[in-house]
């Protein structure tokens, strides 16, 4: 019963909430996913992309794994930039010995 004692009509809402309308969208969907991979690219989680892929020795530092990338080498050719993930997961950019660099060979 409604208010003053006159059956209460239900009505049914005949068109789209515009809330439900954009929060489905797939940009939308997609925008969080997106905002999460570049927090944990900008956070040293992504190995660069550029670089030779390597082998580092374990003398030269404590890592996650020796596998990396060789990002530069001095003109001397003594001491190598490399790009590789330490024990906490992160990349990170060491200057290292190069006689501890090895080239690594993808298996295919």
């Known amino acids: 019963m409604g208010a003053r004692g006159a059956p ?3 009505r049914l809402q005949q068109g789209r909430r515009r809330a439900d309308g954009i929060s ?3 940009c939308s969907r997609g925008r969080p996913l ?4 570049a927090l944990l690219a900008f956070a040293g ?3 660069p992309s550029k ?4 082998f580092v020795d374990m003398r030269a530092g404590e890592f996650w794994s020796g596998r990396g990338k060789l990002l530069e080498v001095s ?3 003594s ?9 906490a997961l992160l990349v990170q950019e060491y200057w290292v010995d190069c006689a501890w ?8």
Do not use: F, N, S, W
């Open 45 to 47: 989680c992504a190995m």
């Open 79 to 87: 001491r190598c930039r490399i790009a590789v993930r330490d024990r």
């Open 101 to 108: 660099v090895h080239p690594r060979h993808e298996r295919g």
């Open 8 to 10: 209460a009509r239900i």
């Open 34 to 37: 997106l905002l999460a991979l």
């Open 24 to 26: 489905m969208t797939a």
């Open 75 to 77: 003109e001397d050719q």
């Open 51 to 54: 670089g030779t892929p390597i």
